[in-house]
């Protein structure tokens, strides 16, 4: 065999070899990304953001969930946010841990009952009431006169 033939056999084996390195990084980068485990994650960071949130605000406020956690259960104490599949091993458990002011409480859970936004049923909603933050199951708006619009003049 020449050389230049064998120079263009081991271009294509090269470039065969660089794309399949492209796609297995890219695949496995798509499943971690949809992993249950991270959106498990990504949840009990955002409620633990919300109730940092809810502990500076003034008054009284009601934050609900905007997206579908139907498949988990939350459970939450003065000091950490735990979220976990219902049926499953206790070590898949995600726990995060906040502070809070002495003053302020935060209790509550929140079980899987298929609820999803822009439905009628119950979803996951964080209430702050006097110095007590609760983790519980609200019902969404009756109507759409109930609920706020931002528009832009």
């Not at 206790?90 to 003053?103: D, V």
Request: aromatic fraction near 8%.
């Amino acid at each position: 065999m020449n050389k230049k033939a064998t120079s263009i056999i081991l271009l294509i084996f090269e470039i065969i070899a660089v794309i399949s390195v492209i796609l297995i990084t890219t695949s496995t980068a798509k499943a971690y990304g949809s992993s249950d485990a991270v959106q498990r994650i990504i949840l009990a960071r955002e409620i633990q953001f919300m109730i940092n949130t809810l502990a500076g605000v003034p008054g009284e406020a009601v934050v609900l969930y905007p997206y579908n956690v139907s498949e988990y259960s939350v459970i939450l104490n003065s000091n950490s946010v735990n979220v976990f599949r219902p049926g499953k091993v206790e070590s898949t458990r995600i726990s995060f841990r906040f502070n809070l002011p002495q003053s302020l409480i935060a209790e509550g859970s929140w079980e899987s009952s298929g609820s999803y936004p822009g439905t009628n049923q119950p979803q996951l909603c964080l209430e702050k009431n006097k110095q007590k933050i609760t983790l519980k199951s609200c019902e969404p708006a009756a109507d759409e006169a109930t609920t706020t619009e931002i528009t832009e003049d």
